[in-house]
């Protein structure tokens, strides 16, 4: 299948916070010598800390270059339209043609529909992260937010679905069968180191930070778990509108020497350290219209991948696998229920060994070089399955 990767060209559409599926999608593709692969992020504009588009390119395996371009980031109604606008203007001035475009959001799917009109690509793939039913405050945005979902959906030559809690919505959207593919959240196994133990009582936090990842609980419960484990820590890798807030909590707590916050990392700056972690933590806030409840949280998949045990909040649909699998534990969303299964299993060596050892093995199951060749090869590629 590599020879076939070499006929055809790639560009990947995001709107971007942290590390995530289009640098794992760039990377497969780079690796597997595409003849052209091109990756533009566009920044999150609910995340107003970043601030300019992101475009690499790779020609047949060898990095070509990186350039940057300003752009708005708020307020985020207005920083869409101009990114759209930005995108169909790149796409006619800076990037060349290509066969596929991989667009993993609503919005940017439909302009790269546009650019298919326009003869700028041959197909379309719309790669869905989730849906939450009030992801803007404003309700009439909530409204466009889904009409765009419907018409991305319908109108793409193939669907990706981060998790298979959006097949019933694809099928009340009359989108046949065979252009739906699950393709979940999860790392490639081989780029990341895997250890059998850990090192201390050192926890993790990847991710945003913001209200819908729970983070204001994270000062709270370090308050509680080193009154009974004195020399426990806490890593926090990421960015978001509550980092000040965040700060003010940590000092206030009087928990500077306990919490660190890294900032932004890219993954090969962490992949090889994270397995060190004791636990890694997930605490997303209970909401039926939660983002979170229609889609695959990758920190899960990442810590998992490293042998770290995770405790994620009950009631989620990756909740029920953690628990299934014995990947780690569930806790009741407040900062007590977390504290106290933190404690629970620093205290508990054996528990914790034997949780890492499923981890460890189960992840293997979901290394996402494997999920894309499989899918390239179902979508792309028929006769070479």
Not at 6 to 16: D, M
Not at 19 to 32: I, P, R, V
Not at 273 to 287: E, H, K, Q, S, V
Not at 297 to 308: D, L, T
Request: proline share 5%; hydrophobic share 40%; with cysteine.
């Amino acid at each position: 299948m590599s020879n076939t990767y070499k006929n055809q060209s790639f560009l990947l559409l995001a709107h971007y916070a942290t590390f995530a599926f289009q640098d794992l999608l760039f990377d497969f593709l780079t690796n597997h010598k595409a003849y052209l692969v091109t990756k533009a992020n566009f920044p999150l504009p609910e995340l107003p800390f970043l601030k300019k588009i992101d475009i690499q390119t790779t020609e047949m395996g060898i990095n070509n270059q990186l350039k940057t371009f300003p752009t708005l980031s708020k307020p985020p109604a207005l920083a869409y339209i101009i990114q759209a606008i930005q995108l169909v203007w790149l796409s006619f001035w800076t990037l060349p043609k290509h066969d596929i475009i991989i667009a993993q959001d609503s919005l940017l799917a439909i302009i790269s529909l546009l650019l298919k009109c326009l003869g700028r690509c041959k197909k379309v793939v719309y790669y869905c992260h989730g849906l939450g039913n009030s992801r803007f405050s404003i309700s009439y945005l909530n409204r466009v937010y889904q009409l765009l979902d419907t018409i991305a959906a319908r109108y793409s030559d193939y669907n990706w679905l981060l998790t298979t809690k959006l097949i019933p919505i694809r099928k009340t959207q009359q989108i046949p069968d065979t252009n739906i593919f699950h393709v979940p959240a999860s790392i490639p196994i081989s780029k990341i180191n895997r250890k059998t133990i850990s090192t201390g009582n050192r926890l993790i936090y990847i991710g945003v930070l913001d209200e819908r990842n729970g983070v204001m609980l994270l000062p709270t419960i370090m308050k509680i778990v080193i009154q009974s484990i004195p020399d426990a820590t806490l890593d926090i890798i990421g960015d978001g509108p509550l980092l000040n807030s965040l700060e003010v909590s940590i000092h206030s707590l009087a928990l500077d020497r306990h919490i660190r916050l890294l900032g932004l990392k890219k993954f090969n700056e962490y992949s090889k350290i994270l397995t060190d972690y004791a636990i890694g933590l997930a605490p997303y806030r209970n909401a039926t219209d939660n983002l979170t409840s229609n889609t695959d949280p990758m920190k899960i998949r990442i810590y998992n991948a490293a042998g770290v045990p995770v405790i994620t909040t009950k009631g989620f649909h990756f909740s029920y696998e953690i628990e299934t699998s014995g990947t780690g534990v569930t806790a009741n969303f407040s900062s007590e229920n977390y504290a106290h299964a933190i404690i629970s299993l620093l205290k508990n060596n054996k528990t914790l060994r034997s949780i890492r050892s499923r981890a460890l093995v189960y992840s293997k199951n979901n290394d996402v070089y494997d999920i894309y060749r499989k899918t390239f090869a179902q979508m792309l590629f028929p006769s070479l399955k």
